[in-house]
């Protein structure tokens, strides 16, 4: 049996220990707001935070996530700048990949409230989009700096 604490509630599953988080996360707990892209780490759409790290749960497996806090694209609040930016900015086409986004984002805004270009490109590089929406992504990254810092919060 596998603890995990995720989204601030406790869990057992009873899975393999090699079992990607990624599975576990969304066919065992049915949190499907994370997503399977390439299952090889290349794409970030499985992008979670582990300890407040963006990490990829397609490739950390399960055994690797215990004793550790997870926080999935359901657990970031619903009143965090990036979330509010991304619509604000109308980020979103398909959709696919922008849990991921959002989650890299919140991770890079955690670290570094007041990023400049350079790092949000080599940070957002992580997670690709198909669709191309990388001028909204930064438009939405610079919109969350802004929102921060008007209410005085960290991410």
């Given at each position: 049996?596998i603890?995990?604490n995720?989204?601030?509630?406790?869990y057992e599953?009873e899975?393999p220990?090699?079992?990607?988080?990624?599975?576990?996360?969304?066919?065992?707990?049915?949190?499907?707001?994370?997503?399977?892209?390439?299952g090889?780490?290349?794409?970030?759409?499985?992008?979670v935070?582990?300890?407040?790290?963006a990490?990829?749960?397609?490739?950390?497996p399960?055994?690797?996530?215990?004793?550790?806090?997870?926080t999935?694209i359901?657990?970031?609040p619903?009143?965090?700048?990036?979330k509010?930016a991304?619509?604000?900015e109308q980020?979103?086409?398909?959709g696919?990949?922008?849990?991921?986004?959002?989650?890299?984002?919140?991770a890079l805004?955690r670290?570094?409230?007041?990023?400049?270009?350079?790092?949000?490109?080599?940070a957002?590089d992580?997670v690709?989009?198909?669709?191309?929406?990388?001028?909204?992504?930064?438009?939405?990254?610079q919109?969350?700096?802004?929102?921060?810092?008007k209410?005085?919060?960290r991410?």
């Open positions: 049996m603890s995990l995720i989204n601030g509630k406790g599953v899975v220990p090699d079992t990607p988080l990624l599975w576990v996360i969304r066919e065992h707990l049915r949190l499907t707001g994370t997503k399977f892209g390439c090889v780490g290349e794409c970030g759409a499985c992008t935070h582990i300890n407040g790290q990490e990829k749960s397609c490739l950390l399960v055994r690797e996530a215990q004793g550790k806090t997870i999935t359901e657990g970031l619903e009143d965090h700048a990036v509010r991304w619509l604000q980020v979103i086409q398909c696919y990949c922008q849990p991921g986004q959002m989650m890299q984002a919140a805004l670290e570094d409230p007041a990023p400049g270009d350079e790092k949000i490109r080599q957002m992580e690709l989009c198909r669709c191309g929406t990388y001028p909204r992504i930064k438009a939405a990254l919109t969350s700096i802004r929102l921060m810092k209410e005085g919060r991410s």
